[in-house]
């Protein structure tokens, strides 16, 4: 897949995998302005051209290093409380994302994820935003999950926003809290990968570093626009572009 003798980012590397470069940064353009969504952004549509057990390892590794970034900023915001809660519930649904990973067909996964990409797309496009205050017990569900859903789609940015915007009133609460909950999390699931073998291929290991400098490019971007962009906005935007590439994949699976 990769010229693995060639030095990354020359021309013949940039302009062999000048969509990855691009996704890489739009997806995380996307995860400066709103604390998350690279993951939805990026999985489905690199999944079209490069196989997923490159994929969910490659944005696994940005989404840890962004989460550490954007967390470092903002680490007394967190609720500590709720990320203990949830950690022990998403250390389950790893284990068991990772299995699946290795495990189930690669149509039976897309045709998931595409399903899974648009309902929460659909939400974003329709407004429906999360409210009112719920009880810690839904932290087993959000936990079991979202870790799930992280290790075998890449993502597991829906179900721990929907639960921590039910149980954080301050925005930069509910990102700072997200993000580090992502570092520990996310470094759990690092460690299954690399203990199964998925983190250590070459072709992956190359992705990752020259997915860096894009990676902290988008970031960089998505920040400085932060503050000129409303959130809602933001969101239908997004929704529509899960829509999209959710459908494609469930195409994709189908034929």
Known sequence: MFNLLSPFMTFEFVSQHALLLAVIVSAYFIRGVTGFGSGLIAVPLLAFSYPLQMV?????????IASFLLGSASAKQADWTEIKRLLPFGAIGAAFGVFALIR??????????????????????????PQGHVSALWAL?????????????????????????????????????????????????????????????????????????????????????????????MLKFVGAILVASGGSLIGKAII
């Open 104 to 129: 189930f067909p690669s149509v039976v996964v897309l045709l998931a994820m595409g399903i899974f990409v648009m309902y929460f797309g659909m939400r974003n496009v329709l407004g429906i935003q």
């Open 141 to 233: 569900p959000a936990g079991l999950i979202g870790s799930t859903a992280g290790a075998l789609f890449g993502t597991s940015g829906p179900p721990y926003i929907i639960y921590l915007t039910h149980r954080l009133q301050d925005k930069t609460a509910i990102r700072a809290t997200f993000s580090w909950l992502f570092v520990i999390d996310g470094g759990l699931r690092l460690t299954l990968f690399a203990v199964t073998g998925l983190l250590l291929a070459r072709e992956t290991q190359i992705a990752i570093a020259a997915a860096l400098l894009p990676m902290m490019a988008g970031l960089y971007l998505g920040n400085k626009v932060h503050l000129n962009i409303s959130k809602e906005t």
């Open 56 to 64: 969910v390892p490659l944005i696994l590794a940005m989404d840890f």
